[in-house]
């Protein structure tokens, strides 16, 4: 007569059946309870603080790429000698054809915009209020290409009227006291030169359009100022500081490097996002996996409590191990089954925590307004932390991640338990009964 397959349907009954027995029958533990909750809970925080860093790092990524160029090419620093004094000045790099340039970078494979830039330090000042700010000049098409700046359900006033005026960020719009219409002077130390040195520059503009990036400091320190009026505020007629690139694939910008490079031609440079905030980038991917790791202790800590359960069971359950024995059932249909109940118990507490998991991800919006209610703002401070909100971005595999860990740390230690159950010598189990 052939033997039942592994894993038979008598197997599965018996170990639902040790499972649903109470207490006094000799069924599942208080401890194994505590390791099912223990695994559910796990099970929830690794896969909600995977969802949360997941979306603050998009939320970042987003913020940075919704108002910057992707890749910025600029000419080195130039040094200039005084025949008379032999002193030696630095002076900024300057693109003289720019429009050219423009075009020629626009050509590379890959390239989807680009946009001369003139950029420059101001003192904003208005309402007996001063901040530090720094001006973006750039033409009203390149400013409508920039999603997070041109947003409407962040933004107050009408584009049309850009070239009259200039925009400015919330935070600078908050701090100085203004809004639609109101009057900003700008202050620059480069002035029109004079026969003791450079003046200081300084123009009132109008508020013609407030917009909010998302980022604390870009809406606390930017303007942005028409093309030709920047050009001849910051003396810079006919000329540019910068040519912003914008490529189809952020992510890999590294590799428009080279192929900008070679197009802008000699004394060009390149800076793009990553070199800015790749230490940052770096410092985030880091710390997800020391929480991976740390919420992972937490869960095989959990599932250890499977062990101690079943150890239990088994000693429990000796009387009825013997009875199984010598009605036929071999070593390895007893490991089964008791590897069964702890199965049981893994699986069950990693579908609650997932369930968990994802509810408290899909609603951390709503927990941390609720925190920050209670707290007057001080669980989420945007000053700190760059961005105004903690967004949660549920991924596939990091639910996936999750599960496997989960269900795979629960398999391991019911092994021991379920092999000394397989083990136990059914004479031995019956002698005293």
Request: proline letters at 4%; a negative charge.
């Amino acid at each position: 007569m052939a033997s039942p397959r592994p894993f038979s349907r008598y197997e599965f009954m018996i170990a639902w059946r040790y499972l649903r027995a109470r207490r006094s029958e000799g069924g599942v533990s208080v401890m194994t309870w505590i390791s099912l909750i223990g695994i559910a809970l796990g099970v929830m925080a690794l896969i909600a603080t995977l969802a949360v860093r997941s979306g603050f790092r998009a939320e970042f990524i987003d913020t940075i790429l919704g108002a910057n160029a992707h890749s910025t090419v600029y000419m080195a620093p130039q040094r200039i000698e005084n025949e008379l004094t032999g002193d030696v000045y630095v002076v900024p790099g300057k693109i003289q054809d720019y429009d050219a340039m423009a075009t020629v970078l626009a050509q590379i494979p890959g390239v989807t915009r680009t946009a001369p830039l003139v950029k420059g330090q101001v003192m904003a000042t208005a309402n007996d209020r001063s901040i530090g700010a720094e001006v973006f000049g750039v033409t009203l098409d390149s400013l409508k290409a920039m999603p997070r700046i041109v947003d409407p359900e962040t933004s107050a006033g009408d584009l049309g009227e850009f070239d009259r005026g200039v925009a400015i960020g919330s935070g600078i719009a908050r701090e100085l006291n203004l809004g639609l219409g109101d009057m900003v002077r700008l202050v620059s130390p480069d002035g029109p030169n004079t026969p003791v040195g450079k003046s200081l520059r300084m123009k009132a503009y109008e508020v013609t359009y407030i917009f909010s990036a998302g980022r604390y400091e870009v809406d606390r320190s930017r303007i942005y100022m028409p093309m030709a009026e920047a050009q001849s505020y910051f003396n810079r007629e006919g000329v540019a500081d910068e040519i912003e690139v914008f490529v189809d694939d952020p992510e890999r910008v590294h590799d428009w490097t080279g192929p900008l490079l070679s197009a802008a031609g000699q004394g060009a440079q390149v800076w793009n996002w990553r070199d800015a905030s790749g230490s940052y980038l770096a410092a985030l991917d880091m710390e997800d996996d020391v929480m991976f790791v740390i919420l992972s202790v937490l869960v095989l800590i959990a599932s250890m409590n499977i062990t101690s359960g079943l150890i239990m069971l088994v000693k429990n359950k000796g009387r009825d191990i013997g009875i199984l024995r010598t009605m036929g059932l071999t070593e390895g249909a007893i490991l089964r089954v008791f590897f069964l109940c702890g199965a049981f118990t893994g699986v069950i507490g990693t579908i609650a925590g997932v369930i968990l998991g994802v509810a408290l991800a899909l609603n951390v919006d709503n927990i941390m307004a609720g925190l920050n209610a209670l707290t007057n703002g001080g669980a989420w401070q945007p000053e700190v932390r760059g961005i105004y909100r903690l967004p949660a971005d549920l991924r596939a595999w990091d639910i996936f991640r999750a599960v496997a860990l989960s269900l795979s740390l629960s398999f391991i230690v019911t092994i021991f338990p379920a092999r000394r159950a397989a083990r136990m010598n059914p004479v031995e189990a019956l002698r005293y009964e």
